[in-house]
């Protein structure tokens, strides 16, 4: 076959590597006539064959990859991606020929960019293929996967400190950050790499844990996992590993002489070995004594009737030492129930008045409708009801016992509240008298509330005993149940509830860690409860635990954050209990403290819950208008945090709050405007699009990011704005806002419409704080606490309730129908229909718990 020289105008060749070329080819010259090339037989017969294929290739950060192709004999030859044929444009291509053969060689690279790959990450992984052509046919390469290279900051397992002794094996853990490629580990010891090639004594198992087989004192040290990929290196958290020594006995000396005690004696010595590294000494005596034989003994001991007559005076002195502290027992013990039994029926037959909550006003746009009144019509179903006849009893003193006139509560730091004079307790009719601001200022006063906001808006407080009641701060979803019980009777505690505000206490996080709820105080810190409250409150997670590592934390008394709870893996003999639904998390704690979830993305699918808000100017006498995009978390404090900011600023809600799940893909979030009627207004930003950084958003470092568009009217007198207004993640999901209203017309402010205000009453004392009277609660849970044959128990109310979830928790506590029964009251207080409860126990078959319903007309 004829061959042209055309394709080859670019290659170099050597004089002598024509000639041969030429000759081989049967090149022809006469006269005038045109040059004609023709291949050797044996070319046309071959396909062509790779000399180099491309290679998979990991992209590091945001330099771009080369991935090279080379083929021979080839006369194209281009790469494809993911199914598609690259452009030609960017193919680099370079023809050569093998001396050997004098083939053509083909040569093409392509440049893969961070870019390219993000645009299908998560569907499927990126590949590329060469492909080459020769006269005889084409030949595919091999698949190159190109992948972005990362190492996550965070270990999934760290090792942890031991204590061992000598000889003992060691085992230390490490789960290395998720990466690509995955990270290789080695073990440090002091900063020192560990070789288990060197040192038998060390063995690294396939899953990356170290094991030291027998414990040497010289394996005292500081261990630290290290995980490395070509993006990073990380190391853990040191543990320290400390190998002790436990001591042994000598043996025993010989008996000594017989002395003038007539005692002989024989000792050892903690020698063999001796104690080190913090090893326990030895047990035992190491001095060991004998009475001697009268033969022995050099002296002539007391007669029996010396020793008879001192063993009665010691007895009968040890009868009345013993007599005297019985009778101050006993005397005590009668005191203190007589003063007890007084204080708690003072109580219960003063009574307590119910606090009535206003219902909350109508607003156009809730966020989530969580608020209406906390009674519904049909609540008079239960028919036992308490004396509410009496005044109101409120406590406001000291944190102490009340039959303990000089006790303290006692704290890390003293008590929280100064004692009344004279060690009196005042019982006030009707509400507290002390002022809220006054409380604050007291509390945010102390030691170990430095933190604690005056913010009076957000924090309620309230006086309870054993009857329990509840703490709400309005508008936050923020709210505290105290159960009946969960005081201990006999005791009057004072109890705050306070958000707080980042700018006031900023939580640490690191790596994909995100805060999920507000930030909340409840205390004092350290009262002693017998029974675990309920603290509900808001999260923005997107509740699928198989996407989350979510945490509880709490702040110690340092100050420091430590993590006291992992969602999902609950002990039931620890202090904290969560039941996570759709937008609420319920916790049931046994202590007070400052509380937090945090949660970390176990990939990217994880999300968070954005809550959307638009807010412009009330008034505009410009011709510049702005409009404020608020992308928030999904919780009710921030959102009123948001309302009362911008009613400050005289700022108006212009439409529906939308819901964005903001995914844990790195990817930034792009708000941008458009269809405006070019005629009238015009938007005054430079850019397509304005953005906000991912990791603004995902690490919470900010409450309320917003981005604010202004735009002009090119005329006083329009006062009609229409457009569109579009915020999405990028390669993620988005939300579109449709706005179509009168600048001028509307000039109401944010609480005037929009505002929904809470005003129900922030605290609660006894029964009014519950839909279950205190009476009937009792005769439930003694009804459904005994175990029955069938299930008719409390496992079926469970059941009944959706609940069943939680069995393993409500079956560790002493009375498992009253742990469910706050979970309920929790849950319904606002918004609950008693008659559903009363239903289930029907469908129980539990007459006896006196529950049955009421019509209206027999009200």
């Known amino acids: 076959m004829p061959l042209l020289l055309g394709p080859f105008v670019r290659c170099r060749f050597s004089a002598t590597l024509l000639v041969l070329w030429l000759v081989f080819a049967g090149f022809t010259c006469t006269g005038s006539e045109h040059a004609t090339a023709t291949l050797p037989a044996a070319f046309n017969d071959l396909l062509p064959h790779f000399l180099v294929e491309p290679e998979d290739e990991f992209i590091v950060k945001n330099k771009p990859v080369t991935l090279t192709c080379r083929s021979t004999p080839a006369t194209q030859i281009y790469f494809k991606c993911n199914g598609e044929w690259v452009h030609q444009d960017d193919h680099l291509i370079e023809r050569t020929i093998d001396p050997a053969t004098a083939l053509p060689i083909m040569q093409v690279t392509i440049d893969i960019t961070r870019q390219q790959v993000e645009k299908i990450f998560g569907l499927d992984e990126y590949w590329c293929q060469c492909v080459a052509w020769s006269t005889t046919g084409t030949q595919k390469s091999q698949k190159a996967y190109i992948r972005i290279a990362y190492l996550r900051k965070n270990f999934e397992e760290e090792p942890q400190g031991k204590e061992v002794a000598l000889d003992q094996e060691v085992l230390l853990r490490c789960h290395p950050p998720e990466g690509v490629p995955q990270a290789e580990v080695e073990w440090q010891r002091n900063e020192d790499v ?26 005292t040290g500081n261990y630290t996992c290290v995980a490395k990929n070509i993006v990073a290196r990380r190391k853990s958290t040191s543990a320290t590993v400390l190998v002790y020594v436990d001591g042994g006995w000598s043996e025993w000396s010989k008996w000594s002489a017989c002395g003038a005690d007539c005692s002989m004696w024989r000792s050892r010595e903690c020698t063999q070995p001796s104690p080190g590294t913090g090893g326990k000494d030895c047990q035992g005596l190491d001095l060991q004594s004998l009475n001697c034989t009268s033969e022995q003994c050099p002296q002539t001991v007391s007669g029996a009737e010396d020793v008879a007559l001192y063993v009665g005076m010691v007895a009968v002195a040890l009868c009345l030492t013993l007599l005297l502290i019985v009778v101050v027992l006993v005397y005590r013990r009668k005191k203190e129930d007589l003063d007890s039994d007084v204080a708690d029926s003072s109580i219960l037959t003063t ?25 519904s019509k049909n609540s008079h179903l239960l028919t036992i009801q308490p004396d509410l006849t009496t005044t109101t009893t409120s406590y406001q003193g000291t944190l102490r016992s009340r039959h303990d006139a000089t006790g303290k509560f006692s704290m890390t730091n003293g008590p929280l509240l100064d004692p009344l004079p004279n060690g009196s307790h005042t019982l006030h009719n009707g509400k507290l008298k002390s002022d809220p601001a006054e409380f ?14 005056r913010d009076v808006a957000n924090t309620s407080y309230g006086t309870f005993n054993f009857l329990g009641g509840r703490l709400t701060i309005p508008s936050t979803g923020i709210s505290l149940l105290i159960p009946p019980e969960a005081i201990p009777r006999g005791k009057i505690y004072e109890i705050y509830l306070t958000v707080q505000r980042k700018e006031d206490l900023r939580l640490p996080l690191a790596g994909c860690q995100t805060l999920l709820s507000p930030v909340v105080s409840c205390g004092p810190p350290g009262v002693v409860l017998s029974r675990p409250v309920i603290l509900s409150m808001d999260h923005c997670s997107d509740a699928c635990l198989d996407n989350w590592a979510v945490r509880l934390k709490k702040q110690n008394y340092e100050g420091t954050w430590e993590d006291v709870l992992l969602m999902g893996e609950e002990l039931v003999s620890e202090p904290y209990y969560c039941q996570l639904e759709a937008e609420t998390c319920r916790l049931f704690s046994e202590q007070l403290g400052t509380l937090a979830l945090v949660g970390e993305s176990l990939h990217m699918g994880a999300a968070k819950r954005l809550r959307l808000v638009l807010f412009s100017d009330a008034y505009c006498s410009t011709l510049e208008y702005n409009i404020r995009v608020y992308c928030m978390d999904d919780t009710q404090d921030v959102f009123k945090e948001v309302m009362q900011m911008e009613r400050q600023l005289g700022g108006r809600l212009i439409d529906e709050p939308h819901i964005l799940l903001f995914k844990d893909s790195y990817h930034n979030l792009r708000l941008s405007i458009h269809d405006m009627p070019q005629a009238h207004w015009r938007s005054k ?48 999901e988005g939300q579109s806002f449709s706005l179509d209203f009168n600048i001028a017309k509307d000039t109401r402010a944010v609480d005037a419409e929009f505002l929904l205000m809470d005003s129900s009453a922030t605290a609660l004392a006894g029964p009014s704080a ?30 009944r309730l959706k609940l069943e979830r939680h069995m393993r928790f409500f079956a560790s506590k002493a009375s498992p129908t009253s742990v469910i029964l706050d979970l309920w ?20 078959g539990k007459q006896e718990a006196m529950i049955f319903l009421v019509s209206d007309g027999e009200c």
């Open 770 to 799: 519950f839909q279950i009277p205190y009476l009937i609660r009792q005769k439930i849970c003694s009804s459904l606490d005994a175990p029955c044959p069938n299930g008719a128990d409390w496992r079926m109310l469970a059941q």
């Open 685 to 732: 930003l430079l850019a397509g699009y304005q953005e906000i950084p991912f990791y603004h958003i995902w690490n919470g470092s900010q409450r309320y990011l917003h981005c604010t568009f202004t735009l002009e009217r090119l005329s006083l007198s329009t006062c009609e704005l229409t457009c569109q207004l579009c915020v999405w993640q990028v390669e993620g």
């Open 825 to 844: 009251e929790a849950q319904h207080f606002y918004s609950g229909n008693i008659n559903q409860l009363a239903t289930v126990m029907a469908d129980i």
């Open 440 to 453: 604050v200022s007291r509390l945010s006063n102390q030691t170990y509330f430095k933190t604690l906001p």
């Open 194 to 219: 560990i070789n288990p090639g060197n040192d038998l004594n060390f063995f690294i198992t396939t899953d990356h844990n170290l094991v030291i087989k027998k414990a040497r004192l010289a394996d």
């Open 351 to 375: 009574g307590f008045q119910p606090m009535g909550i206003k219902p909350s006003k109508p607003g156009v746009w809730a966020p989530r409708p969580r608020r209406p009144p906390p009674h």
